[in-house]
């Protein structure tokens, strides 16, 4: 189990975001003064219900919010110490930060090969190494080599599979993951998550993971955030968060019927989550 990113040496933080605003279209405020850290070579996950601004904290990272008309207003995203917020999102994915984006997106009329070819196309290698790279990517999901025909035919888990292996052609850095799970039967998300956790282990691959599926999520993580109306509510290693009452109440369910967050204003809040 490692320390908590608040407690690790700066050299040690990959990506730090600090006290970030986002609006979308002039007026929207989305991002409410998001801060959050993420180790090197760790799985760090952002938690959340529906609306609390996960996906649009990833595209702040990924330089995608630009495409929503979305923008960073304040605050600043530090990426091996260097300032990434409202950059283009190719020149993030040649700093080493490639998302995986919630519902997959690949292109369906494309090849499986054609579609981890794609993943490279910030690459100045070629050849020989994006041949022994897809080949890696087989490796990691033996079931993708044996549909190597038009991605459109696959399955929604072949297709998570190939999102993901995707993102490893481009040989990043750091792999922003949103709702790998949706969708997904429970035995492929147990699969999937698991080679997720071996992707990390073995190439030493930062992940920030974004997932509804709390328990699933903290079964891999070593450290987590709780988002909620678009601020930072809680966070700490996983254990903490696995133990702590309130999670356990509305994220992790338990003996009792779990309580939706949607209702969570007819409760009473801890003065933590206030």
């Known amino acids: ?83 990434i917020a409202n950059r283009a999102p190719e020149e993030i ?62 399955s929604g888990g072949e297709q998570q599979m190939l999102a993901i292996g995707r993102a490893m052609m481009a040989r990043p850095k750091m792999i922003l993951l949103d709702e790998p799970s949706m969708g997904l039967s429970p035995l492929l998300v147990k699969e999937v998550f698991a080679i997720i956790e071996k992707l990390c282990k073995d190439t030493g691959v930062t992940i920030l993971l974004v997932e509804q599926n709390a328990r699933m999520a903290l079964k891999i993580a070593e450290f987590g955030y709780i988002m909620e109306s678009g601020k930072i509510m809680l966070d700490g290693p996983k254990d903490d968060l696995v133990n702590n009452e309130d999670v356990k109440e509305f994220y992790l369910g338990g003996d009792k019927e779990r309580k939706s967050f949607k209702n969570l204003k007819s409760y009473k809040r801890r003065k933590r989550w206030l």
Do not use: C, H, W
């Open 1 to 83: 189990m490692g320390e908590p990113a608040a407690k690790l040496a700066p050299d040690e933080i990959l990506l730090s975001v600090n006290n970030i605003e986002v609006v979308y279209d002039d007026v929207i405020l989305v991002l409410r003064g998001v801060s959050l850290d993420v180790p090197k070579g760790r799985i760090v996950t952002l938690l959340g219900p529906n609306g609390a601004g996960k996906s649009t904290t990833l595209k702040a990272i990924s330089g995608l919010l630009g495409t929503e008309d979305g923008e960073v207003t304040r605050g600043n995203i530090t990426f091996m110490g260097e300032e």
């Open 93 to 154: 994915v040649r700093r080493g930060i490639f998302q995986v984006m919630e519902g997959r997106r690949i292109i369906e009329d494309m090849t499986v090969i054609e579609n981890l070819r794609l993943g490279a196309f910030t690459r100045k290698d070629g050849g020989a190494a994006i041949r022994k790279d897809i080949d890696m990517v087989f490796d990691y999901f033996p079931r993708l080599k044996e549909r190597t025909g038009m991605a459109g035919y696959l």
